[in-house]
């Protein structure tokens, strides 16, 4: 933030101070203090020399960022910035320890300065950069390095999503861990997409623009997503979901611990995994969600089936377009309808769906002992019970969907049937 005129001689003469000390100790260590301060065109380097952190100009820009990228690639990509919103002049920014509060702030040559963090009760504090590409704020000198964390970047993520980050809430503070896409390559300000986990309390990823749910990964089930397929053949991300009176969240580590894999919510709106290929030196990016039309949040509405191979949609057996003008003139969002309205009695059956995979409001019965045919029992005595479906690839355990069916897409993998609960006609069928 810019500070008043009347503090403005003040900073400039702090900055000088800082400068000279810089030149002075400024080196490539892993850490800062108040009398080793970080110069712009200086870097840190963790420990193992897997993160550095440092001053940069992103695309053709010229304001400069501190930002953190890992130290041996040799095509750079920044996984973290600290002032998105707040860049500097050239060559002339200063990361330093504020000696009065503790805390690690941004300086330059313009009286500017902004303060990276705010959580600091005590003015001995020390700023590490990890192996993990975590930057941390210790209680402690440059003596004791091993002192109460105070603060990490880990807490405040940009766009990229590193083995090790929490992605969700934290219920303690209230503090929602997501990522958000730069507004261009020149410009890592915060742009129009978001991603995080989903605020209804089901263990799943969305994607947002603005406020609009625009990619959802589908419910998580413990080995895979329920939207992302791919995951059953090629698993990259060991991920982890966690749910207690501290916070909810998705955590990951890798497979191979050899590579650097990496989840970035890009500008265009799709969430990237990219990978480093040593051998050819470059990143490659294995899997952009969503890329298809069948990808994006609810593109058939409730009921409506998206058809895979060829993206288009069709309500599901036993439902039928709520205004056939609209959905002949292309919009597909408005929903299907029940032909003949549920009366939750002896007459209702289920029809099945093979071939389709979808997400939505279920709730999972843990019991992996239950067969199929317990599932359909369980939901036919349960009036609110709209659709059932084994929980588990070996036809076991059970899930039920309680609300409206979103998200059905028709693929030609094998996973579980979907069973939707109908309203027999007169003959029988549905």
């Known amino acids: 933030m810019m500070i008043r005129k009347s503090?403005?001689?003040?900073?400039?003469?702090?900055?000088?101070?800082?400068?000279?000390?810089?030149?002075?100790?400024?080196?490539?260590?892993?850490?800062?203090?108040?009398?080793?301060p970080l110069l712009d065109g200086k870097t840190l380097?963790?420990?193992?020399?897997?993160f550095e952190l440092g001053f940069f100009s992103p695309g053709k820009s010229k304001n400069r960022y501190v930002g953190i990228w890992y130290k041996k690639v040799t095509k750079r990509r920044v996984v973290w910035v600290a002032n998105r919103k707040n860049p500097v002049s050239p060559s002339s920014g200063v990361l330093t320890i504020n000696s009065t509060n503790g805390n690690l702030m941004i300086l330059d040559k313009n009286g500017s300065n902004f303060m990276v963090t705010t959580d600091s009760a005590t003015n001995q504090t020390i700023a590490r950069l990890l192996d993990s590409g975590n930057l941390i704020l210790i209680e402690g000198n440059s003596t004791n390095h091993e002192g109460r964390v105070i603060w990490q970047s880990f807490d405040y993520p940009t766009d990229t999503y590193l083995p090790g980050?929490?992605?969700?809430?934290?219920?303690t503070s209230g503090r929602k861990w997501v990522l958000s896409s730069w507004t261009s390559e020149d410009d890592p300000a915060?742009?129009?997409?978001?991603?995080?986990?989903?605020?209804d309390g089901l263990a799943q990823f969305f994607t947002w623009k603005g406020r609009q749910k625009y990619?959802?990964?589908?419910?998580?089930?413990?080995?895979?997503?329920?939207l992302l397929p791919e995951m059953r053949t090629y698993p990259i991300f060991n991920y982890s979901y966690v749910s207690n009176e501290d916070g909810r969240y998705f955590i990951y580590s890798l497979?191979?611990?050899?590579?650097?894999?990496?989840?970035?919510?890009?500008?265009?709106?799709?969430?990237?995994l990219w990978s480093?290929?040593?051998?050819?030196?470059?990143?490659?990016?294995?899997?952009?969600?969503?890329?298809?039309?069948?990808?994006?949040?609810a593109p058939c509405g409730a009921y409506g089936i998206c058809d895979g191979s060829t993206s288009l949609c069709k309500c599901l057996p036993g439902f039928e377009p709520y205004s056939r003008r609209d959905w002949h003139a292309g919009d597909k969002s408005n929903r299907c309808m029940r032909r003949i309205q549920l009366k939750c009695g002896n007459d209702d059956g289920f029809s099945r769906l093979s071939g389709m995979?979808?997400?939505?409001?279920?709730?999972?019965?843990?019991?992996s002992s239950l067969s199929l045919e317990e599932c359909e029992s369980e939901c036919r005595r349960n009036c609110s019970c709209i659709a059932y479906a084994s929980a588990h690839d070996n036809r076991t355990g059970c899930s039920f969907w309680d609300g409206e069916l979103i998200n059905l897409r028709e693929i030609s993998d094998k996973v579980p049937d979907l069973y939707v609960r109908q309203q027999a006609t007169r003959n029988g069928k549905f």
């Open 45 to 50: 380097i963790s420990a193992g020399e897997v």
């Open 165 to 171: 980050m929490k992605l969700g809430v934290n219920r």
């Open 215 to 226: 990619w959802t990964s589908g419910t998580w089930n413990g080995k895979f997503f329920s």
């Open 255 to 272: 497979y191979d611990k050899t590579r650097i894999s990496i989840s970035v919510m890009d500008v265009s709106g799709q969430m990237k």
């Open 357 to 367: 995979i979808f997400s939505g409001h279920a709730r999972v019965l843990k019991n």
């Open 276 to 297: 480093w290929f040593e051998d050819h030196q470059s990143w490659f990016s294995l899997s952009s969600q969503p890329s298809k039309a069948c990808e994006f949040y």
């Open 190 to 199: 915060p742009g129009n997409f978001t991603n995080g986990i989903d605020s």
């Open 7 to 36: 503090g403005k001689l003040f900073i400039l003469l702090s900055f000088f101070i800082f400068y000279c000390l810089c030149i002075r100790f400024s080196h490539a260590a892993d850490t800062i203090t108040q009398d080793q």
